[in-house]
């Protein structure tokens, strides 16, 4: 049997992990949205349905990897500043091979400015699809009991 700090660890590590795929996805959307160019579809403007898929689609994974709700709200708000850290580490990459869109210690200020409805936009996202998916795997994929219920037993 594992020991209660061990599996604490486990579920500590878990959640930062499912918290970074939201930040790689929300830094990513951040990143694509100001800089569209610079982005996987390369255009002149970013599309806005791909930035909800991609939010969309990891979300509703994440959810489905996580085991509660408050594991999932503090994935959600750790998932937005791991956001802003990557979307700042992919706008600082394009310097190191001389490109220069704004200057490097301006950056953040530079991104939070124009991203500001990317950020609400990925949080918002995030929540509602982190809350479907943690819902389907409740319905759908959970067929054990739970160790601590506060509700009535389903049957």
Do not use: C, Q
């Amino acid at each position: 049997m594992a020991s209660p700090t061990r599996s604490k660890r486990r579920s500590i590590a878990r959640t930062v992990a499912l918290a970074a795929v939201l930040g790689v996805a929300s830094g990513y959307v951040i990143f694509y949205g100001v800089f569209p160019v610079s982005g996987v579809p390369a255009s002149g403007e970013a599309s806005v349905p791909w930035m909800l898929v991609l939010l969309g689609v990891t979300s509703i994974l994440v959810g489905l990897a996580t085991e509660n709700l408050s594991e999932m709200i503090f994935e959600v708000f750790l998932g937005l500043l791991l956001g802003g850290a990557v979307a700042s580490g992919m706008a600082v990459s394009p310097f190191l091979v001389g490109v220069v869109f704004v200057s490097p210690d301006s950056l953040p200020a530079f991104l939070f400015h124009y991203a500001f409805l990317l950020f609400v936009l990925g949080f918002v996202v995030d929540l509602v699809g982190t809350s479907s998916g943690l819902a389907l795997r409740e319905k759908y994929f959970l067929r054990r009991g739970r160790p601590f219920s506060f509700g009535p037993e389903r049957k």
